[in-house]
């Protein structure tokens, strides 16, 4: 084995642990969301909406939206990656599994503690996933695709697709509330934070992460 292969083999596993940890816990953390009750992320209003109407469970609906989503990246010519198509299982079926896990939540406060150790754990999730760079998840590389195909900003696409996913599924029964706000004013700060936190350097580059230095540039 090369004095490079090694080095090389620990980065793509660790990419993929980070993967793999990611999406299972941004399931996780969006069941949380549920079982709190206060309101959910733009996509998961959606997913419980259509799960109300349809008798299935809400990570199935997460899975079959996933999967719609990926086939509307042809005609935009965007192309998935090893995360992408992990990303439509993974989720679903960790949202399920901690849906069937996790008691119900009683109490004003209890649940409020829920909903925010959901959001703060959404942003983890995200940090990790996103910086083990095996692709964009469906719902983010759709957007890309329609910023690159609309020449519209990222900011605008985001808002109309988030807007049209939460209108519709809160009219189809899902749930919106302080979860909903509270996820839109944190998920961002939080994703930034994170993705600092956990990015990789590359195999065989000088230590970027040493002792009082900050993984990416501020």
């Known amino acids: 084995m090369s004095e490079t292969a090694a080095p090389q083999r620990a980065h793509l596993v660790r990419r993929l642990v980070q993967l793999y940890a990611g999406l299972a816990l941004y399931g996780a953390s969006s069941a949380l969301l549920v079982v709190a009750g206060l309101g959910l992320e733009p996509w998961g209003v959606l997913h419980q909406g259509l799960a109300e109407l349809t008798g299935i469970s809400i990570g199935v609906v997460s899975i079959i939206i996933g999967a719609i989503v990926l086939l509307l990246w042809i005609p ?65 590389g759709l957007m890309t695709g329609m910023h690159r195909r609309t020449g519209r900003s990222i900011r605008l696409v ?19 509330g302080a979860g909903t706000v509270l996820y839109a004013l944190a998920i961002g700060p939080l ?28």
């Open 158 to 176: 985001r808002t109309v697709l988030e807007v049209a996913v939460v209108v519709s599924g809160f009219l189809l029964g899902g749930s919106v």
């Open 191 to 218: 994703a930034q934070v994170f993705l600092r936190v956990f990015a990789l350097p590359e195999p065989g580059s000088p230590a970027t992460a040493g002792p009082g230095r900050s993984i990416l540039p501020r």
């Open 76 to 140: 935009l010519r965007q192309r998935p990656g090893l995360g992408t198509v992990s990303n439509v299982f993974a989720v679903g079926l960790a949202m399920d599994a901690t849906l069937a896990l996790v008691p119900e939540a009683h109490g004003l406060a209890v649940r409020a503690g829920v909903m925010a150790a959901g959001i703060v754990l959404n942003g983890v999730a995200t940090g990790l996933y996103i910086s083990a760079r095996f692709g964009p998840g469906p719902r983010d």
